[in-house]
């Protein structure tokens, strides 16, 4: 349980230090962020506050589709947004394009180790990936498609309200995903409702005590 937790723990801190190296990259953030820049253009109550609010609102959304909460969804909800906030304090904006670049690539990069890390813990999702899979099974729907119609939906309100689409924006829709399937077999740790496989007795021979 203690290394669950630890691992939990970084991984969603992590997460938040990858969020804030794509959003300094400024060349385009994920659907996600590109809402929370959005709001907080117009709102002006912080990135990482924003996040934590956002996070509050989706799992309202998850009463009605029955979803349950874990505890790494909660933490989820209350950590990344202010371990963002960390990222954004630590490192500064409006540098120089190859630098930013540099910093796009490596967010993605965490971005994918922290995934797999608190998915790997095994104590819950985030609360947007709740939201997915909550209406793919409420609807029926194919994952791919619940989540691009959600994307599409909060990239689309966030650009209108100022947010940062850019070509990170498609990298990190094309490169999130390999990523990911990457990391979470690396991180995954054995569940703790897993049964250990009964082995079936063997048959006894000639030479065998049981005889």
Known sequence: MTRRLTQLLIGLFLYGIGIALIVRGEIGVAPWDVLTQGI????????????????????????PIRQKLGVGTVLNALLVGPSASVGLWLIPAGLDLWVRIILFAAGLLVLGIATGLYIGAHFGPGPRDGLMTGLHQLTGWKI???????????????????????????????????????????FAMRRPDAVEPVSQPTTPTLSSPRT
């Open 40 to 63: 907080d253009a117009q709102t002006h109550l912080g990135f990482g506050l924003i996040t934590v609010i956002l996070s509050g609102v989706v799992l309202l959304f998850w009463i």
């Open 144 to 186: 791919w498609i619940v989540r691009t119609s959600l994307e599409a939906i909060v990239l689309s309100i966030g650009w209108v309200l100022g947010g940062n689409v850019g070509i990170g924006t498609v990298l990190f829709a094309v490169l999130i995903g390999p990523l990911c399937n990457w990391s979470i077999p690396v």
